[in-house]
């Protein structure tokens, strides 16, 4: 067996409690200021560093250089441009909910953080999870080495339905949801909602995803994989004769990422449209990606 990575301890709830304490923004705005712009206060529209503090206005500064009209300069605050624009929730629910959407390794849904936080509406909690979990996206960098790819589908009517998707591989229904990933051994994990099951979109997919410095691809023999181009290093284990694991050939580690996934999507969310599958299917990857990342919540404040 291979050693396992020591775990990582991300921010726990009461190092939360001592860095943001209740009623102190300031706290928040210091950090967000910290992490957004860790070179110095940058003018979010046209990127000019040479800003000044307005004094009389704390955390807020003055461009000049785009000011509109040959005005005084364009104002901004420390939460100009991010997800905490236009919002009446203090910068520290916001932050909080960020936290215990990273904590929680099969996510929260908007009715347990309405419920956690005390707020009066659903749809706040829903827009505020939505809204974080859309700067989740991180720029992603393509796969190489040992990568394994995997399909599966969310979603249907029948909750209390075995997980097992190889039973419901062939003839998807129309309610499921066919989500593709792939995963470095070792690494980052790259999933997207597909558009059609089809070669084409199994292709489309692979382009945007694995290095053309691959070293193996592995899949089971779904025949989607089948076409894939001749370059690839592509190695199929056979499911359906009970076929798993071929030395290397193995598709384990995203199908580990699939059953966090669908744990969370049948524990917790419940019902999950298609239309904002995307949205979890980045959080679910965020998550993954950093969780090495002892930083998982400065990183994702960094990019709201
Ligand atoms: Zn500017």
Not at 32 to 39: F, N, T, V
Not at 183 to 207: C, E, M, P, W, Y
Not at 274 to 289: D, G, I, S
Request: net charge positive; with cysteine.
């Amino acid at each position: 067996m291979a050693k396992r990575p020591k775990p990582i301890h991300q921010m726990t709830a009461a190092q939360f409690e001592n860095m943001f304490p209740v009623g102190d923004d300031d706290a928040c705005k210091a950090y967000l200021k910290a992490r957004r712009w860790p070179e110095g206060v940058r003018c979010p529209r046209c990127g000019n560093p040479a800003v000044y503090d307005l004094h009389s206005r704390k955390w807020h500064w003055q461009c000049t250089k785009c000011a509109p009209g040959g005005s005084t300069g364009y104002r901004f605050s420390v939460i100009a441009g991010t997800i905490f624009e236009n919002t009446n929730k203090p910068l520290r629910d916001w932050f909080k909910v960020t936290h215990l959407m990273l904590t929680s390794k099969k996510g929260m849904s908007a009715l347990q953080i309405m419920r956690y936080m005390g707020f009066g509406s659903y749809k706040t909690a829903w827009s505020m999870c939505h809204k974080i979990r859309a700067a989740l996206i991180e720029p992603e960098k393509k796969l190489g080495g040992i990568v394994e790819m995997d399909e599966t589908y969310i979603g249907g009517k029948d909750k209390n339905r075995h997980w097992n998707k190889r039973s419901g591989k062939r003839g998807v229904a129309a309610d499921k949801t066919p989500v593709i990933g792939a995963v470095q051994r070792k690494g980052n994990v790259i999933a997207r909602v597909l558009k059609g099951v089809d070669g084409t979109s199994v292709a489309k997919f692979v382009r945007e995803a694995i290095s053309n410095k691959v070293s193996l691809l592995a899949t089971d023999s779904w025949p989607g994989y089948v076409d894939l181009p001749a370059t690839l290093p592509h190695a199929m284990v056979d499911h359906s004769k009970k076929q798993y694991v071929v030395g290397v050939v193995h598709t384990n580690t995203i199908e580990g990422f699939w059953s966090i996934f669908k744990r969370g999507v049948v524990g917790t969310f419940h019902k999950m449209s298609a239309k904002y599958m995307p949205l979890y299917v980045a959080e679910f990857q965020f998550r993954y990606n950093n969780r090495f990342n002892a930083d998982i919540f400065g990183t994702a404040i960094a990019g709201c």
